[in-house]
């Protein structure tokens, strides 16, 4: 039987969720799967991927194949890197502690990498706040500007009529 690693869609329309699945290769794309490796949710960014690395590269020794979009989803959580150093102490390149811990290292630094692309987006995010309320701070302010001659004219306008309202009252007297 061929084994896919492959996604299964989920959530709504135009709000794709991903399962990533092992299946036979013979099975609808939304139907039965064998086992749930993770999840991939591409609504965010950078995008959530959820992954059982360990169970991943269980599948991949035994021999499943991963469709493209799965196989990168696997190489950006190093699932394909570990099935990789498993192969090397298979065949006895390195031993299951140096593998341990080169897989460890590049954990390490694709989580600075990922840490450092959300602060990234996050101080991108508040200089775009800042960019617009200081936008509205001048649209409001020229507004004030174009409204304070007009409010001038009606403060001379009430004084003249406050003026003439007095003088027609001492007129009267």
């Not at 390149?93 to 990922?114: H, R, S």
Request: hydrophobic share 40%.
């Amino acid at each position: 039987m061929p084994v896919k690693i492959r996604l299964q869609r989920h959530g709504k329309k135009g709000k794709p969720f991903y399962w990533v699945v092992a299946a036979d290769a013979r099975a609808k794309r939304d139907g039965k799967y064998l086992e749930k490796i993770g999840t991939y949710n591409p609504n965010v960014n950078p995008a959530i991927i959820d992954l059982d690395v360990d169970k991943a590269v269980t599948w991949l020794q035994n021999g499943a194949q991963p469709t493209d979009t799965a196989k990168n989803i696997l190489s950006y959580r190093g699932a394909m890197l570990k099935n990789h150093l498993v192969g090397g102490v298979r065949k006895g390149a390195l031993t299951q502690e140096q593998a341990d811990a080169k897989f460890a290292a590049w954990l390490e630094e694709k989580n600075a990498k990922i840490i450092a692309k959300q602060e990234g987006i996050s101080q991108e995010e508040a200089a775009e706040k800042a960019k617009a309320l200081a936008a509205e701070k001048a649209v409001n302010e020229a507004r004030i500007e174009a409204a304070k001659p007009v409010v001038e004219e009606v403060a001379e306008v009430e004084e003249a009529a406050a003026d003439e309202a007095a003088t027609e009252e001492k007129a009267a007297e």
